[in-house]
């Protein structure tokens, strides 16, 4: 995506092929600073301290800690005992994103059969980057399919302004490229309809705020940043045409894990008919789990995370306590919405309904 005229990921391969490069995105919008990771310690402390967040891109990190893992594999230990220590190492890294195991698991699937450490190292890097690729064709299609929703929506407003509402960043930072809930956003604003998002600020990290308003601005999407409570409000008013998010973990069934405080955006959503879309990859359902509210694991963080809030002081990054200081605090990270209150899932093979019967029309290989 572009950043100031420049063309940036938020992670490559540095020239050597023994280094990761990512972006540091707890520093950002205030700070840019480009993190090194040249072991699989440095790999889950990215991911674990959240350097990478957003599923596909904690997917792509992950696929490549694998390489890295092949990569400094002691010579004495070229069988995949090490290696599979390894990939249940990073796999444990944080237990929300279902991309992490998958590609950890695509990884480690074409090296488990490589003969010695070079070809282990050369199929763990060739499947690695396949993984990058895939993700960044996979978000591509998924702002294809969603621009048409967007489109439908400009064309009954007579070309008005389409105002859409997301939650998180679900955007190029969390995805490589384009984004999944950005990705409609920015194909309708290449093909020059008249669109504007409303950011929420999404407590307590406030990816929103820092982040999906940081990549819109870069790119010159209109956007207005609110609080986490206000969206209702603005649905009541007919302020918001139509929501889209992200998700960190998907049942085949059409229960959607995703940032906390996904699950109020579609109950005011339903009260007010208001299309809500989540945008997802195929490599974000979870094929295995049925029931999300039951079954998806929610992953509870420091309780400082809320208890403080970043921001910046006269040109210093700060972290400030709100709460009395001895007030005790709970950190969960994210919540479930079920099915139920799903308009659709944008995918890379098209637009679907959140039923498992839908799911599996785009998706039949996926039948038992």
């Given amino acids: ?129 396949s993984i990058e690729e895939k993700e960044v064709e996979n978000c591509r299609k998924i702002g294809e399919y969603g621009l048409a929703l967007i489109d439908e929506i400009s064309s009954k407003k007579k070309g008005e302004t389409v105002n859409v509402l997301t939650h998180c960043n679900a955007g190029w930072l969390a995805c490589v490229e384009y984004g999944t809930a950005t990705a409609p956003i920015y194909a309708a604003f290449e093909a020059d309809i008249d669109i504007h998002v409303w950011v929420d600020e999404t407590r307590p990290l406030n990816q929103g705020s820092r982040l999906t308003a940081w990549e819109l601005g870069k790119h010159g999407v209109k956007h207005t940043v609110i609080t986490d409570n206000a969206g209702g409000h603005l649905m009541q008013h007919g302020m918001v045409d139509m929501v889209i998010v992200g998700t960190d973990r998907t049942t085949y069934t059409g229960d959607v894990a995703n940032k906390i405080g996904t699950y109020l955006k579609a109950l005011a959503a339903r009260d007010n008919n208001i299309p809500f879309y989540t945008a997802l990859p195929s490599s974000t359902f979870d094929w295995n789990l049925k029931d999300g509210i039951k079954e998806i694991p929610i992953e509870e963080r420091d309780p400082d995370e809320v208890r403080f809030v970043q921001g910046l002081d006269h040109k210093i990054v700060r972290n400030v306590l709100v709460p009395p200081e001895n007030s005790p605090a709970a950190n969960f990270a994210f919540d479930v919405t079920p099915a139920r209150l799903v308009t659709g899932f944008i995918t890379e093979r098209g637009v679907c309904k959140a039923a498992e019967a839908d799911i599996l029309r785009l998706f039949p290989e996926k039948r038992v």
């Avoid at 572009?2 to 023994?18: F, G, S, T």
């Avoid at 889950?44 to 990190?61: E, H, N, Q, S, W």
């Avoid at 796999?91 to 003969?115: C, E, G, H, M, Q």
Wanted: proline share 4%.
């Fill in 1 to 129: 995506m572009k950043v100031d005229d420049k063309n940036l990921r938020p992670i490559w391969l540095d020239e050597n092929l023994k280094t990761i490069k990512v972006i540091d995105q707890r520093l950002l919008p205030h700070e840019f600073i480009i993190v090194d990771l040249n072991n699989v310690d440095d790999v889950i402390m990215a991911i674990k301290d959240m350097y990478v967040r957003g599923a596909p891109l904690i997917g792509v990190t992950a696929a490549y800690g694998v390489y890295l893992a092949a990569l400094n594999c002691p010579d004495n230990q070229t069988a995949n005992g090490f290696l599979t220590k390894e990939c249940d190492r990073i796999k444990s890294a944080r237990p929300t994103a279902v991309n992490l195991a998958w590609a950890v698991d695509k990884v480690f699937s074409k090296i488990k059969k490589a003969k010695d450490r070079q070809e282990k190292i050369d199929a763990a890097l060739k499947e690695a980057c």
